[in-house]
């Protein structure tokens, strides 16, 4: 069963970067896409970055400048570095990962528990 670990969240200024990582356990020999996502209070959970096991990249409009998803599949590792944080990037993140890229913008996928980054101006 694979299980998806996030962390790397806190709290930072307006203009901070931070990286999140997301350890993956219980891994198949199924390579898996993997993504970033996230959701604020009373907001719908929205996805930010995926990444399939050769590297190829997909990105949300609002974080593609800003943001950078990259995996390293020796360690079962991936990591998000957020660059020019601003106060309306405060939310809950959550690691996610699916059998394809399309299944992992819109369909069945598994969930980490989710880190806290909250960003203050």
């Known amino acids: 069963l694979l299980k998806l670990v996030e962390s790397g969240g806190g709290s930072v200024q307006a203009g901070d970067s931070l990286s999140l990582s997301c350890r993956a356990t219980?891994?198949?020999?199924?390579?898996?896409?993997m993504g970033w996502f996230r959701q604020a209070p009373g907001k719908e959970r929205e996805g930010l970055a995926v990444?399939?096991?050769?590297?190829?990249?997909e990105y949300a409009n609002s974080v593609k400048d800003r943001f950078t998803i990259s995996r390293d599949n020796a360690k079962n590792i991936l990591t998000l570095q957020m660059n020019s944080l601003k106060p309306e990037d405060t939310a809950m993140y959550f690691c996610?990962?699916?059998?394809?890229?399309?299944?992992?913008?819109?369909?069945?996928?598994?969930w980490g528990q989710g880190t806290q980054v909250t960003v203050s101006s």
């Open positions: 996610a990962a699916a059998p394809t890229l399309p299944q992992l913008w819109v369909g069945s996928k598994t």
């Open positions: 219980g891994y198949t020999s199924r390579p898996y896409s």
């Open positions: 990444i399939d096991p050769d590297g190829r990249t």
